[in-house]
């Protein structure tokens, strides 16, 4: 069994990952303060008692719909026989096929109820989410954290605590406007790896080692925006770190991956090798980057995240643990989406050339507004969001999708399989950036899609994406700048499949080719 490319599919009622919604969790920028719908919880119970009431009022009590599957073990053989857990999204998609949007399934010792409506996306996310929305999290991850008796940051956080953190950094990450705090570090970066990358153009070599790569580019970012205005100058001193951080972050998440086959308790009274390894690495990386924070506090500017941070009253202890896990976070979710992007351009050699005339004479500032640059990323997060599902606990009894969902309930948004859905878009197993251009100005209709409601990589609500501005901005500045210098191209794309190890990545490594473009 190849550990490394398995999902996790062991589930616990509280603390363990579907493998989904792993990634930092971003707001919309109406929710980046306090309003007067972000109400308090327990007039959210109130609001939400009348609303199920009135629900209730007008639709029988049924239960989701369910497969067939063994006692104990639910559905568990359906999975291995349709590809074991590296295939759970396709799983998953096949089910909503015959059961519909919304089913309750067992997943070896897990029942949980899987929607892939946009309506009741929203309702999930935001509707009945209250201020303090909860999420799945590792287990193997919260046991180290029992054992190493560490808090951490914004993700491992829930309730009052989450909330006055999040708060706090919905100021500082989402207000600014993003050309302000972020075109620096994203430039810079994306300027670092187009250099070299040069080199390999020029002698028609396949970029080596393109995963990890773009994991240290992803952490540069990071680094960059907590830094500011002085990160050109000590960006040197820190390559070392960044590519150790690279390294043992990429060996995390693969047994992490490992671990969520198997009781992470097991796992550790037994002392077995992936366990040990898995907390080795942990450490390593964790104590890494707490090293870091105060070196990255002495050469701050005052246009960098950490200042702000700092000057909004995260200090001491907490502003260690946040900003350690902002880079531990970083290593991951836009780097796999830019190995997707770039896999799927590579199929569309006149995409590139249109962009290529489009943008080729933009500022950065222009850039960040261009449509089909945008439209890029955001079909590619449509047929390849890094989290599949996304995941919430259930607040309050509800009806969802006209089925009765008790509070507690385990609801997994399955936003591979809406993504993918031809109720929801045209064509839609196509790669069609064009298909977000809209019809009309101020108008809610596009091209190619039915239903924009069904796409929602960075999720909605109050703890959605906290870094989303800044992935935007690094997928934007990034892909223009190797659009500017290269063609792309892939020498295995017909061979690579999405399969899921903890996030969505391709079923082997990515040979790609880029030519010099003629200027």
Request: aromatic residues 10%; hydrophobic residues 40%.
């Amino acid at each position: 069994m190849n550990f490394r490319n398995d999902f996790n599919v062991s589930f616990t009622k509280r603390g363990t990952i579907l493998g989904s919604d792993l990634r930092f969790l971003l707001l919309n920028d109406n929710d980046a303060a306090p309003s007067s719908r972000n109400i308090t919880n327990q007039g959210l119970s109130s609001v939400l008692s009348r609303t199920f009431a009135q629900d209730f009022g007008t639709s029988a009590r049924k239960e989701p719909p369910e497969p067939q599957g063994l006692p104990w073990l639910g559905s568990i053989l359906s999975l291995t026989m349709s590809g074991g857990a590296k295939k759970l999204h396709e799983y998953v998609s096949n089910r909503h096929k015959e059961l519909g949007p919304v089913f309750r399934d067992q997943i070896g010792p897990i029942e949980a109820v899987f929607v892939n409506s946009p309506a009741d996306f929203r309702k999930v996310l935001a509707d009945l989410a209250g201020n303090t929305p909860r999420h799945f999290l590792p287990e193997s991850w919260m046991l180290y954290n029992e054992i190493r008796t560490q808090n951490r940051g914004l993700l491992f956080m829930d309730g009052e605590e989450w909330w006055h953190y999040r708060k706090i950094l919905n100021k500082v990450m989402l207000k600014p406007a993003p050309k302000i705090f972020f075109c620096g570090p994203c430039q810079a970066a994306a300027e670092n790896l187009t250099k070299e990358w040069q080199g390999y153009s020029r002698i028609g070599n396949v970029i080596p080692n393109l995963e990890h790569r773009l994991y240290q580019w992803s952490i540069e970012v990071m680094l960059g925006a907590m830094i500011g205005s002085r990160w050109h100058a000590c960006e040197p001193r820190f390559r070392r770190d960044i590519e150790d951080v690279a390294t043992t972050l990429h060996q995390i998440f693969t047994y992490t991956s490992r671990l969520s086959m198997i009781p992470a308790k097991l796992a550790m009274k037994l002392r077995l090798p992936v366990w040990n390894k898995f907390v080795k690495a942990a450490d390593e990386v964790l104590d890494k980057v707490r090293k870091l924070v105060p070196e990255m506090i002495q050469l701050s500017d005052n246009d960098g995240l950490l200042q702000m941070i700092l000057n909004n009253g995260i200090r001491g202890d907490e502003a260690v643990r946040i900003i350690s896990d902002f880079v531990v976070a970083a290593g991951d979710t836009t780097s796999i989406t830019m190995q997707w992007a770039l896999l799927l351009l590579s199929s569309h050699p006149e995409l590139q050339d249109r962009l290529f005339d489009e943008i080729k004479n933009l500022s950065l500032e222009d850039l960040l507004q261009h449509q089909l640059l945008r439209y890029t990323w955001k079909e590619t997060l449509r047929l390849h969001p890094v989290a599949p599902f996304l995941t919430r606990y259930l607040p309050v009894d509800s009806i969802i999708g006209g089925y009765f969902v008790p509070k507690g309930d385990l609801i997994i948004l399955s936003l591979y399989s809406s993504g993918r859905d031809k109720n929801n878009f045209l064509q839609p197993n196509e790669f069609w950036p064009e298909r977000w251009v809209k019809t009309a100005e101020d108008s809610f209709t596009y091209l190619g899609v039915k239903d924009a409601r069904a796409n929602v990589p960075f999720a909605v609500g109050v703890r959605n994406c906290i870094g989303q501005r800044l992935a935007e901005t690094q997928l934007s500045l990034t892909l223009a700048q190797l659009i500017k210098n290269f063609k792309i191209e892939c020498e295995n794309r017909d061979r690579i499949k999405m399969i899921l190890r903890m996030v969505s990545v391709p079923s082997e490594s990515i040979r790609l080719k880029l030519i010099a473009r003629e200027i």
